[in-house]
């Protein structure tokens, strides 16, 4: 039984199944400019509003993640 687990975990982890953890930005009462990519393997945290500018583009890959704080700092 233990063996099988042991080679479950490693083709899980091998195929990426098992969800790597994500590196955080926190997006303070920014404005975005320029065309702008937000990547699925980044949790991004908004603080405050977040405005995309006239004109510019903001691109959210499938499966980010993106939080708001409920009372901005």
């Not at 969800?19 to 990547?39: H, K, L």
């Amino acid at each position: 039984m233990k063996k099988t687990v042991l080679i479950l975990m490693t083709l899980i982890v091998a195929f990426g199944i098992l969800p790597v953890a994500a590196q955080q930005v926190t997006v303070t009462d920014a404005s975005i400019t320029g065309d702008t990519f937000w990547t699925a393997d980044t949790e991004y945290i908004l603080n405050g509003n977040v405005y995309v500018e006239d004109g510019e583009t903001l691109t959210i890959e499938a499966g980010t993640v993106i939080k708001a704080l409920a009372t901005p700092t």
